[in-house]
């Protein structure tokens, strides 16, 4: 099994910087994109930044110019550093994996979507 975990939230003042980071672990094969989605409350998960294997980024336009994502094949592993923080931006983070191949145990296992259990993000004065 793929387990997926994030760290480095917390609360911050507006005009802060938070940097999130997420590990995949297990016997993983390959990893097609990782990324970050978020949640505020009463509202529906949406997607912040994605970035692929070969280094492809996407950005949700209300984070372009503030957020940064990253990745390390290697270590099966992807970052947010987020500048510019507003109130706007509180939220649980969440990582996902998109599309892992990983071995299963007695076989390859293909194209399975692996998320964590979030990380809460606060921006407040």
């Known amino acids: 099994q793929v387990q997926v975990v994030e760290s480095g939230g917390g609360s911050v003042q507006p005009g802060g910087s938070l940097r999130l980071s997420c590990a995949a672990s297990?016997?993983?094969?390959?990893?097609?994109?990782m990324g970050w989605h978020r949640q505020a409350p009463g509202k529906q998960r949406e997607l912040v930044a994605t970035?692929?294997?070969?280094?492809?980024?996407n950005y949700a336009d209300s984070v372009k110019g503030r957020f940064t994502v990253s990745r390390d094949n290697a270590k099966n592993a992807v970052y947010l550093q987020m500048d510019s923080l507003t109130p706007e931006d509180t939220a649980v983070y969440y990582c996902?994996?998109?599309?892992?191949?990983?071995?299963?145990?007695?076989?390859?296992?293909?194209?399975?979507?692996?998320w964590g259990q979030g990380t809460q993000v606060t921006v407040s004065s």
């Open positions: 970035i692929t294997s070969g280094g492809i980024t």
């Open positions: 297990g016997s993983i094969l390959s990893i097609n994109a």
């Open positions: 996902n994996a998109d599309r892992v191949t990983y071995w299963g145990g007695s076989h390859v296992r293909q194209n399975y979507d692996f």
